[in-house]
């Protein structure tokens, strides 16, 4: 979700503008973002951003899709792997688009049409996680009882859980994530089963699980 989106329009100038509304975005919400904030943030005199952007709906349009980027699977992945990069994606997401101010702005609906922006955008990554589950299902490396929108929902949404509880995401917890998924999705005859090398919460690190303990 983090990779390059729509191109700018050219300057300097014009990616100071954009910088400086997403840093409002996740650090205050979408309502927060309008030409004044984003002049002051920024140091660009209204003037100049009125003549780049017709108003703020349009640059908050822009700053979004300069940081998203349509889903396209790396070539050669397992479907496993595949699960753990949609997931990853969807975490930098989170945290490095939207912020905790983005997440509470949707999940409150501060701003209706951000709101609708973020969900349209979030379609083909929807799409995407249930091709993934539905073509393991059919090929017979997930269990045929999934609960294809559960499963979904389990990888969009932990990560969204792990940010507002914690304000990051860690990649240990990434893999902790997965490791949960496979245990719902891989068969349960022990064909196939999350990889043993993983500590025991499936991140890597065996006093991982103690951490989240203590942590929480």
Known sequence: MTESGAPLR?????QQIVDAALEILRDRGPASVNIESVSAVSGVAKSTIYRRFSNRDELLSVAVASVAAAPELPAGLDIVEELRWVTLQCRD??????????????L????????????????????????????????????????????????????????????????????????????MLLPSDGSERPDSSAGPDGSGHPDAGNDVTRSA
Do not use: C
Request: glycine share 12%; proline share 2%; no cysteine.
């Open 108 to 183: 409150v609906d501060q701003d209706p049409r951000f709101s609708t922006t973020i969900r349209s955008m979030l379609l083909p990554w929807v799409a995407l996680v249930r091709d993934i589950l539905v073509r393991g299902v059919a090929t017979g490396r997930f269990r045929s009882d999934v609960d294809i929108e559960v499963a979904l929902n389990f990888v969009l949404g932990a990560s969204i859980g792990e940010f507002l509880r914690a304000g990051t995401a860690s990649d240990a917890w990434t893999d902790r994530v997965l490791r949960m998924l496979l245990v």
């Open 10 to 14: 050219g300057s300097s100038k014009e």
């Open 93 to 106: 997401g989170v945290e490095h688009i939207l912020g905790l101010g983005g997440v509470t702005g949707v």
